[in-house]
C-alpha cells in the first residue's frame, strides 16, 4: 500500500436545471471560438475533431435553452461562427469558479488527508443515474473498431461486462486498461434465463448467479440476482414470466444483456 501523500485533484461541470452542460473541455471549446471566430480552429486548438465540436456546441446550444454559439454562413469569408452573450457570461463565470476551485483544492492538500480510497467512494455512492444497475469495473480490454469499440470491464465476483460505445465517447472518458469505469444498466434491459446445456443466446453479457429478491408488481415483477462478492443485478420481467421460470429465492439463474444497452462513465 502506498504511503505517498494525497494529491487532490477535482474538475468543475456546469449545469442548467437538472441538464449538465459540460465541464473544462467544452468551455475551452467555446473560448476558443471566441478568439478565434471559427469552428474548425477552435477544434484544432482544444485537441477536439471538427465533428466532436459541432456535437458539443449542439448539446450546450439545447441544454442551455438558449444559443450559445451563432454560425454564419457564406460571404467572402466562407462563414464563421461567434459567442453570443450568454455565452461570454459563462465563460467568465467558469473562469472565477475555477479560481475558486483551485483555492479549495489547495487548502484541503494542506490539511494532509490521506484517504484517497475513502474520497473515491465517496465520489461513486454519490453518483446519480436513472439506471438501476451501477456496477464499477476495471477495463481489462478495449477492442477498437471503425466507429465502435467493444470495452470489456471487470467487475467484482470476476464477471466481464462488454460494453460497445462509440469511439469518441472512449477517447471522451478517456478509457484505457486498467482504468477504472462504472456501468449503467436500465433494468428492463436485463433478461433472466436459467442455465442449461440447452441455453444459445446471442446477448454478449451472460451473467450467472442466484435470485437472491423477487419483489412483485402489478404487472411486473423486479428479480434481484446475486453474482457474487456483494454485487447484484436487477431486472424487470413480466409476472408471467417469473411464474414460467418457476423464479424463487436460491434459484440460480443467467443474467442477460446486451452490449449495446451497457453505458460507461467514469467519476471526473
Known amino acids: 500500500m502506498t504511503t505517498s501523500p494525497l494529491e487532490l485533484g477535482g474538475s468543475i461541470w456546469l449545469r442548467a436545471g ?4 459540460g465541464g473544462k473541455s467544452r468551455i475551452d471549446l467555446l473560448t476558443q471560438i471566441g478568439l478565434t471566430g471559427s ?10 475533431s471538427y465533428k466532436g465540436a459541432w456535437d458539443a456546441i449542439d448539446a450546450m ?16 469569408g466562407g462563414g464563421g461562427a461567434h459567442l453570443t452573450a450568454r455565452a461570454e457570461q459563462l465563460i467568465a463565470t467558469f473562469q472565477i469558479l475555477e479560481a475558486e476551485h483551485r483555492r479549495v483544492m489547495e487548502h484541503l492538500a494542506q490539511t494532509n488527508l490521506n484517504a484517497p480510497n475513502d474520497l473515491n467512494l465517496m465520489k461513486r455512492i454519490m453518483l446519480k443515474t436513472s439506471a438501476r444497475n451501477k456496477l464499477l469495473g476495471t477495463v481489462s480490454a478495449i477492442r477498437t473498431g471503425a466507429v465502435n469499440d467493444e470495452i470489456t470491464l471487470r467487475i467484482a465476483g470476476g464477471h466481464d461486462i462488454v460494453a460497445t460505445i462509440t469511439r ?15 456501468a449503467l444498466i436500465k433494468a428492463p434491459s436485463v433478461m ?3 442455465p442449461g446445456e440447452g441455453l444459445r443466446l446471442s446477448a454478449r453479457n451472460q451473467l450467472a448467479g442466484m435470485v437472491a429478491d423477487i419483489r412483485p408488481g402489478a404487472v411486473n415483477s423486479e428479480v434481484i440476482v446475486d453474482i457474487g462478492n456483494g454485487a447484484s443485478l436487477a431486472a424487470i ?5 417469473a411464474q414460467a421460470l418457476e423464479l424463487v429465492r436460491g434459484v440460480r439463474v443467467v443474467a442477460v444483456f446486451d452490449a449495446s444497452n451497457v453505458i460507461l462513465g467514469v467519476v471526473a
Open 168 to 182: 469518441e465517447s472512449t477517447a471522451d472518458l478517456d478509457l484505457a486498461v486498467g482504468s477504472e469505469a462504472i
Open 61 to 76: 446550444n439545447n441544454l442551455a435553452g438558449e444559443a450559445l454559439v451563432l454560425r454564419a454562413t457564406g460571404g467572402k
Open 18 to 21: 437538472s441538464q449538465t452542460l
Open 237 to 241: 420481467i413480466t409476472q408471467d414470466s
Open 192 to 194: 433472466i434465463a436459467l
Open 39 to 48: 469552428i474548425s480552429a477552435a477544434a484544432r486548438a482544444v485537441g477536439m
